[in-house]
């Protein structure tokens, strides 16, 4: 059977993702969505047995689930047999609520945050098609984006994404350029003017990376790439790493401009946040770019440096390809495989997450979150040093307010009652 959205004449409108204060694990906006999903009439998004397109999504927030699926089902195109795989976040509820939902949606429900890399590389293992096409929850997709997998077949092509645009209909980006600090671009309007003489023959963009709000790439590709890096953890950075993988291994990283699709910038990692989640991602953004460096410090050092001024920076992001920084191989040169893995790529069992993957999770996240407390602890202790008394200074009073808030977090309780029920698989280091 294929994917078609059942009409609701009166279906109400989707709740509002944006985060309730007083709210934090999102329980009132959960009862919210179930009230509304009980109105609307699920949409059937039915795989075939035989996909030749996997469609892989994860979702955190339930004010996300209603409006996804049905751009998603109203865009599908019925002649391109697909699946369409869903990793479910540790929200309470949030796996009933698109079971509810949706018909024929491969659900995986994770007992605890995996991070963005080890989701993604637990559902494309599972897939089984040859075309993965990766989404954000906040993306809304349009009628033709599945031509996106038809581009693949253009010559050295390993990655292809569309023009994103927001949700007034302006340019976010149509790809990315990556500068010599690793700090990455956008081609937006500030610098779109260069692009027209930079396509090729096909008329595809080379750029060094396209957004994982929509990217379809081959599942072969992934496999021989050793997948997404799980070291850029819970997240941020994980598909520019893959990105620079694949350009790295002679195949072409391209954005087409013929496909547009709507995507609510950084609702993946927002920062309206509470103050503990705030704190995470400004420690997230940092760590990751540090470890991005380290790894692809001698690609980097073919990059030009980062430009003061927009005028540069046009001419910074012209000068990529008159510098012939994307040179086509006839073939991928081999495989780069990730250095770290939480899942081991573990094989799901019956859309289960195994508990092995869950343990591993938990302590990396432990590592992280403890990481992220030194660090803010440091950051309080030197703004301490440049004031006479450290009771004057509001930054300090701050941090401390974050570290309690990353301490009261859903992640944080869960990692503490691990502790508690398995003290000794903790202590050896086998969670």
Known sequence: MRSRRINEPHAPQPTSPTTVLGDPDGTLLLTA??????CVVPVDLTGETDPELSRVVILREPGFVEPFFAALSDSSDPSVRSETIVVVAPTPGLADLVRSMTRGVRVIDCPIDLGTAAAWNLAVGAARSPWIALLHEDTVLAPGWEELMGLLRNRGVGV???????????????GWVVFRDGRCVPIDDRTAATTSEARRSDGLLDVDLVSSACMVFATDTWRRLGGFDERYFPAVGVDVDFCL???????????TDRVEVVHASGAMMRADRAHGDRALRTFLIRRNHALLGRQW???LER????????????MSVGRYWKDSLFEIASDARGPRVADRSITGFDQLIDDRVPEEVSFR???????????CIAWSVREAMSADDEVDAPRECPHAEGIGARLAAIERSRTWKVRGALVRLLPHRWRSGRL
């Open 361 to 371: 999770a938990a302590s990396r996240r432990t590592e992280v979150l403890e990481d």
């Open 245 to 255: 993988a694949v350009r790295e291994s002679g195949l072409r990283v391209v954005c």
């Open 303 to 314: 990059r030009p440096p980062f430009p003061d001024a927009d005028d540069e920076l046009r």
């Open 297 to 299: 410090a001698p690609v």
């Open 33 to 38: 969505a179930r009230v509304a999903s009980a």
């Open 160 to 174: 292809v994404g569309p023009r994103l645009v927001n949700s007034d209909g302006s340019t976010q980006c149509t």
